[in-house]
């Protein structure tokens, strides 16, 4: 690997954030965020916005999310 290599998982949270922005609706990244004893879970794409009761289901629903994401 050249000096020019990059990597998201060696991004500051914000740089990370500003490129999901920026991916024009693709499954680049999923939020999965406490909100009081809920967790609201999204995806860059803009096309999941959902509610779970807890962080792993919402990594679960995430997961279905992606692997769906492409398929008609």
């Known amino acids: 690997m050249g000096d020019d290599y990059e990597s998201a ?3 500051k949270p914000l ?3 500003a490129s999901v922005a920026n991916t024009g ?7 999965i965020i406490p909100d009081g004893d809920r967790y609201r879970c999204w995806c860059s794409c803009g096309q999941w916005n959902v509610e779970a009761s807890s ?3 919402g990594l679960r629903l ?6 769906t994401a492409g398929m008609p």
């Open 9 to 11: 998982l060696e991004e």
């Open 25 to 31: 609706g693709s499954c680049d990244g999923q939020a």
């Open 15 to 17: 740089e990370f954030l």
């Open 62 to 67: 995430a997961r279905l999310h992606t692997s």
């Open 55 to 57: 962080q792993v289901e």
